[in-house]
């Protein structure tokens, strides 16, 4: 079964209203303010929807987050069984500091298609379109990704490009792409949109390696799986109470690794939209009465990949 089209632009509004909500926060140096306005605009457009909806990736346990957590029924109890990732706000620094790159995003399945990851760490590599399946592995090591990657480019390593989020976790990683010559394009936060990059030639960057957020690597999966690239990811439980919940949700083998389809089945619909400017998507442009959104949209079986501008009324 298939997602309906029609779908699609009422998710495009739930991620364009989230942004806008936001974006009045943006710059003002509180970033729960603006999480919290982008989860309230999110949940109250979701409530709209025909579906019998269910956030699987959300803002954290019950007990945690009052709202849009894992779990939560969201839409009018109408329609399809539909699954729902969600991060209202990516990058919450970015818009609390007016930074580049703050997004609202969601990824939409059907029920049962997406990996109910914990709230843990993953480790996460991906590559872009039209590279040999499982070119590269978590466990070859950065050496070994990097001459694969670098033979199936018909290049020299160091005219690869590598995206990192820069954090001390990773300067073995840092020191390792140093010492082979490839060019590191570091972020600071948002690596839904990191991992993205590998499948827009625009942005030159040929690999995304490192540890994020697991939410978010099931987030960025939804839209690699629709722009045909790869990823590859494992989980990084690191002590009793992370395993513990990894078990709670149905993860027994802690070290298993996650294609793009492990985290991500059959069809799906991705919608990601500016809060602040950025290398993809312009931000949210406030009017007198309206504002102007930016969004980036896949939907799998319908091949629609598209940025889409609207204009919307306040
Ligand atoms: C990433 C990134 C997020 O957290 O997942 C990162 O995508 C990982 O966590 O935007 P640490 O900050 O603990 O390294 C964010 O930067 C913030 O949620």
């Known amino acids: 079964m298939l997602i309906d089209k029609n779908y699609i632009s009422a998710f495009v509004k739930t991620t364009e209203r989230a942004a806008y909500g936001a974006s009045l926060l943006k710059g003002k140096g509180d970033k729960i303010a603006a999480d919290k306005a982008a989860v309230d605009e999110m949940r109250s457009q979701l409530n709209k929807i025909d579906m019998k909806g269910r956030i699987v990736i959300g803002e954290g346990e019950l007990d945690e987050a009052p709202m849009l957590y894992i779990g939560e029924k969201v839409g009018n109890n ?41 709230e843990t760490y993953m480790e996460k590599i991906a590559i872009g379109p039209g590279l040999p399946k499982n070119l590269v592995d978590l466990d070859f090591g950065v050496k070994k990704n990097i001459e694969l990657l670098a033979k199936a480019k018909k290049i020299s390593p160091n005219k690869l490009t590598a995206c990192v989020l820069k954090r001390p976790r990773h300067d073995l990683i840092v020191k390792e792409l140093n010492s082979m010559g490839v060019k590191i394009n570091f972020i600071s936060d948002g690596d839904v949109l990191g991992v993205i990059s590998v499948a827009n030639p625009n942005s030159n960057i040929d690999l995304y390696i490192g540890t994020g957020g697991g939410p978010e690597g099931v987030l960025a999966a939804a839209a690699l799986k629709c722009l045909d690239c790869q990823i590859q990811t494992r989980l ?79």
């Open 78 to 118: 109408n329609g399809y069984e539909l699954d729902l990732a969600v991060d209202p706000l990516e990058g919450t620094n970015f818009a609390a500091k007016d930074l580049p790159n703050a997004i609202s995003v969601l990824a939409v399945t059907l029920k049962g298609n997406l990996l109910n990851a914990p």
């Open 236 to 314: 990084v439980l690191q002590n009793d109470e992370e395993k513990n919940r990894a078990k709670k949700i149905g993860i027994n083998d802690f070290k298993k690794k996650y294609d793009v389809n492990d985290l991500v089945k059959g069809d799906v619909i991705f919608c990601a939209t500016g809060v602040t400017d950025g290398s993809l998507l312009k931000g949210i442009k406030n009017n007198e009465d309206t504002f102007e959104a930016e969004t980036f949209v896949l939907h799998k079986s319908s091949s629609l990949n598209k940025i889409i501008k609207n204009k919307v009324k306040k």
